[in-house]
């Protein structure tokens, strides 16, 4: 499966973003996708994951409750909705699939290119 993220830019702090991947292939269905950041000189993080259906979704801490994943498989895309956005939140967003469930890094196997995302203060 191939990924192409979008949607980043510059948003003020308190602002909102939406991401969006798309996904080729007639696979998509049956990964778990995850979004992923990488704040300068940090590790990247799996900050939202959704399991195949969409039925089951997980976060990490410090987005919980300000961000959403969702996805359409009608239309192979995944997205991650972003509201009272951080400065701390400032990262490359990356999209992630995964065959073998959202919950491990080490599960995704492939991955978007980025799309960066600017939260001033």
């Known amino acids: 499966v191939q990924l192409q993220a979008s949607g980043g830019g510059l948003v003020q702090a308190g602002g909102s973003l939406r991401l969006s991947c798309a996904a080729s292939?007639?696979?998509?269905?049956?990964?778990?996708m995850g979004w992923f950041r990488r704040s300068p000189g940090k590790a990247r993080v799996l900050v939202a994951a959704i399991n195949w259906s969409g039925g089951s979704t997980s976060y990490a801490g410090s987005v919980k409750g300000r961000f959403t994943i969702s996805r359409d498989n009608a239309k192979n895309t995944v997205s991650l909705q972003m509201n009272s956005l951080k400065p701390e939140d400032t990262a490359v967003y990356y999209c992630a699939a995964s065959p073998n469930g959202y919950s491990s890094d080490f599960a995704y196997e492939y991955w978007g290119q980025g799309t960066l995302v600017t939260v001033s203060s």
């Open positions: 292939g007639r696979t998509f269905s049956t990964y778990a």
